[in-house]
């Protein structure tokens, strides 16, 4: 590894510079003027805006995250007029995605860094990033519920000199870097979670804390990464929290504090085959399932039926796995079962309108509805799911009429 970093640091070094010396002249027409801070969105206020904004397609998307910024909006102005003009539509492509607090608290600084040496890592390595995934995977420089740090330039400085051949042997350089120096520390009751950098500098953390330090350093070397979740073990308490990274097509886990288990889709399931649920990945701003790369999947159909049609409004229900005592929500399908797929039906199965895709495991289906008192009327069902199996579940909305002259359960 020293034989590496001595045979390519002094280029690396003059590509960081170069990188430097473009982030610094960009950035010189970025300075806040203090007499707008506190004040809200107004293109006026800023006419080079106007151009800028007349030629984005998203101008309407544009023009609501400054809006929504309140009186931050001169910082988000300011890192659109100090980035090149063929890199803006992707500082405003960030600037539509970023979640609300981060349009409050962002600094110009911090989100040119990120374009600066995102656009760096995207062609400095022998690899390069398919275009249609730069701005999810390279540019997003969201990754979990951390603070909204600077990162890549000291972590690109770092792990640069290190790179391998390929976008795979680098990653398990990383994997190997991050198990050999983590130091493992309990989960803090407040806060939130920590920066990549804090990790970095200090070597501890929690798993997912490293989790996130990895997926930083995949980022700032030009590998697509994303942090992977498995919120809910079906066979172990808690959960659980790894990293893919992207190579020639190929989606490749890797356990950050576990090295020798990279590329193993199986880690968690061997011995325990029902230990993995709902597995999610991070992508950009967004969440995607991802189950089925690690496990054989069933499905659960599940029917909401109010006179005798499916009601596909109703969302008044669950799907929980028993978890450290109790049974738990699984919260990360709800990215799937908020799309209803009102009237379909498989062969030989009953019409649905909610598909959840689960590891294989024992679940909890709930669905709960009040009558026009107020009374709570629960249906729970438990059901074993294998792999490839489908189970249907129906749920009858219609309840019994209150009778008059009768008090409720409620009121009494």
Same mark, same amino acid.
């Given at each position: 590894m020293r034989a590496t970093l001595v045979r390519h640091l002094p280029a690396v070094i003059a590509a960081l510079a170069t990188a430097a010396a473009l982030f610094v002249g960009t950035h010189a027409s970025a300075q806040t003027n203090k007499e707008f801070i506190g004040v809200p969105f107004d293109v006026t206020m800023e006419p080079r805006l106007a151009p800028i904004l007349d030629a984005s397609p998203d101008k309407a998307a544009v023009v609501a995250a400054l809006a929504d910024?309140?009186? /931050?909006? +001169?910082?988000?102005?300011?890192?659109? !007029?100090?980035?090149? =003009?063929? =890199? +803006? #539509?992707?500082?405003?492509?960030?600037?539509?995605?970023?979640?609300? !607090?981060?349009r409050l608290e962002a600094t110009?600084?911090?989100? !040119? =860094?990120?374009?600066? &040496?995102?656009?760096?890592?995207?062609? #400095? *390595?022998?690899?390069r990033v398919p275009e249609d995934m730069f701005r999810e995977y390279i540019l997003a420089y969201r990754l979990e519920e951390e603070p909204m740090d600077p990162w890549r330039? %000291?972590?690109s400085v770092a792990f640069a000199p290190l790179a391998k051949d390929t976008a795979r042997d680098t990653a398990r350089m990383v994997n190997e870097w991050v198990a050999g120096s983590a130091v493992v520390a309990p989960p803090s009751i407040f806060g939130p979670r920590q920066s990549p950098i804090a990790t970095y500098r200090s070597h501890r953390g929690t798993e997912t804390d490293f989790a996130i330090l990895t997926t930083a350093i995949l980022k700032s070397l030009g590998i697509p990464s994303r942090g992977v979740r498995c919120a809910l073990l079906g066979e172990e308490?808690?959960?659980?929290?790894?990293? %893919?990274? &992207?190579?020639?097509?190929?989606?490749?886990? !890797? &356990?950050?504090?576990d090295a020798k288990s990279f590329g193993d889709t199986g880690k968690y399931t061997a011995g325990m085959p029902h230990n993995l649920t709902v597995v999610s990945a991070k992508t950009a701003f967004k969440t995607v399932l991802v189950t089925p790369a690690y496990v054989k999947c069933g499905s659960i159909h599940i029917a909401c039926v109010r006179k005798g049609a499916l009601d596909p409004a109703f969302t008044d229900f669950g799907v929980s796995? *028993? /978890?450290d005592g109790a049974w738990q929500p699984l919260d990360d399908l709800g990215s799937?079962?908020?799309?209803?797929?009102?009237?379909?039906?498989?062969e030989g199965l009953e019409p649905y309108n909610y598909e959840a895709v689960v590891g294989?495991?024992?679940?909890?289906?709930?669905?709960?509805?009040? /009558? =026009?008192n107020g009374d709570a009327y629960v249906q729970t069902k438990t059901i074993d799911i294998a792999g490839g199996e489908t189970v249907s579940v129906r749920f009858d909305l219609d309840l019994p009429e209150v009778q008059e002259g009768k008090e409720s359960q409620k009121q009494k």
């Open positions: 910024a309140g009186g /931050n909006w +001169r910082a988000l102005a300011d890192a659109i !007029l100090g980035a090149p =003009e063929d =890199e +803006r #539509a992707d500082i405003l492509w960030l600037i539509t995605q970023m979640p609300h !607090l981060d110009a600084d911090c989100l !040119l =860094e990120h374009l600066q &040496y995102a656009y760096y890592a995207k062609t #400095a *390595f022998k690899w330039k %000291e972590l308490k808690g959960g659980a929290s790894w990293v %893919e990274a &992207y190579d020639d097509g190929v989606w490749i886990p !890797l &356990y950050p504090l796995v *028993f /978890n799937e079962l908020d799309s209803p797929q009102a009237g379909v039906h498989a294989p495991g024992r679940y909890l289906i709930t669905a709960g509805v009040r /009558n =026009e």
